[in-house]
């Protein structure tokens, strides 16, 4: 069985592909999730044309943890999981983790489905008894509601290797996606934080991402921001791995060609749905705590501890954290001056 644990557009997601492949799933969510799936049932589409539908009453959805294992290791109404997929957000990530720590059988392994850097280990501190390993998905996926998830570009999956996530390849290799197994997630999580520093420029920008990237001045702050990452990360001897069809490096270039230009360059990376944004706008409509502090936080954690400082990650973060106060979205050339770039 797979848990689910934070059933939201990414565990929707996984979760439906895993099901469609005849896997086992339980997904545990919040009741404003599960309500319309188990109304709806729960339908995956992607830019590539998928179509799968799993009909509600085929859907494990328990709104908390205990009840959806039942009592593991007495008389469980469930099986206990051979892996759980970890896929709240960043500031829920401790909460989940005791979660997990207070129901699940030692040594489970639960994969951290996150972005950031840091979140499997910072689960693996409050929950010891667990063998936490890092995950990434690179690629965007929108609650349309009505239980519909859209997978609207196209990315990366990748986990650290370990013996029970094979099965777990073979299933997301049925349904097309590869899973990519690695010895070491680093390079692949740093490669993803690169391309997430989009997330705040977007989100400042109240654009769809497509329109966003389309103008040459959020591209410029966009540069910036990955520049100063770049420099942190090379003085910390950090590769970060390639994502995109060039290097980090040549990404920079690309960025800052004029529009023209970056259009056509840029063909492939520009596949996304009109409408897709990334999931920081959406809390910060919602009013909802934001990522930030694990994403240009982690550049300037990683700065500091070489000794060096990373201003405009600083400045972007608390822009983000400023958003309440301002409410209203920065035109490219009010973000460049915010940031000083
Ligand atoms: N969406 C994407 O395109 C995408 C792509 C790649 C990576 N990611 C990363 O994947 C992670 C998940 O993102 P997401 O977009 O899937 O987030 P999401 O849609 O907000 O889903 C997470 C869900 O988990 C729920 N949750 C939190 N704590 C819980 C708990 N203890 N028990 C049950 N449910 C709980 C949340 O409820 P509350 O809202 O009440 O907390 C929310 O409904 C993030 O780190 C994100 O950066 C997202």
Not at 24 to 35: A, D, F, W
Not at 149 to 166: C, N, S
Not at 306 to 329: F, I, S
Request: contains cysteine.
């Amino acid at each position: 069985m797979v848990l689910i644990m934070g059933a939201g557009a990414v565990g929707c997601f996984l979760g439906g592909l895993l099901q469609a492949s005849g896997q086992s799933v339980v997904y545990v969510g919040r009741p404003k999730v599960l309500e319309p799936l188990a109304s709806h049932g729960l339908t995956l589409t992607d830019l590539d044309g998928r179509q799968n539908t799993i009909a509600g009453r085929d859907l494990r959805l328990f709104s908390d943890l205990p009840s959806a294992l039942g009592s593991v290791g007495d008389q469980s109404s469930v099986e206990p999981p051979v892996v759980t997929l970890l896929c709240v957000k960043a500031g829920a990530t401790l909460a989940a983790a005791q979660l997990l720590e207070s129901s699940l059988p030692a040594g489970s392994v639960v994969v951290s489905m996150q972005n950031g850097i840091g979140q499997a280990a910072l689960a693996q501190s409050v929950a010891p008894s667990l063998c936490f390993l890092d995950g990434m998905v690179s690629f965007n996926i929108a609650n349309l509601g009505d239980g519909r998830y859209h997978r609207g570009t196209a990315g990366l999956l990748a986990a650290t290797d370990h013996p029970v996530l094979r099965p777990v390849a073979e299933a997301f290799k049925l349904q097309q996606l590869k899973l990519r197994l690695v010895a070491d997630m680093r390079p692949i999580q740093w490669g993803k934080l690169l391309l997430n520093l989009n997330n705040p420029v977007n989100a400042l920008s109240g654009m769809p991402l497509r329109e966003e990237l389309m103008q040459a001045g959020y591209r410029r702050c966009l540069a910036a921001l990955q520049e100063e990452a770049l420099h942190v990360l090379r003085a910390a001897a950090i590769e970060p791995a390639q994502l995109t069809a060039v290097t980090p490096q040549k990404f920079l270039r690309v960025l800052r060609l004029p529009t023209f230009l970056f259009r056509l360059v840029a063909r492939q990376a520009l596949k996304i749905d009109a409408k897709a944004r990334s999931s920081m706008a959406d809390d910060l409509t919602a009013g909802r705590l934001t990522e930030i502090a694990w994403l240009c936080g982690e550049v300037q954690r990683l700065a500091q501890s070489v000794g060096l400082q990373a201003p405009l990650n600083a400045r972007m973060q608390a822009l983000v954290e400023a958003w309440p106060q301002r409410g209203a979205p920065y035109s490219p050339r009010q973000l460049a001056q915010a940031l000083g770039v």
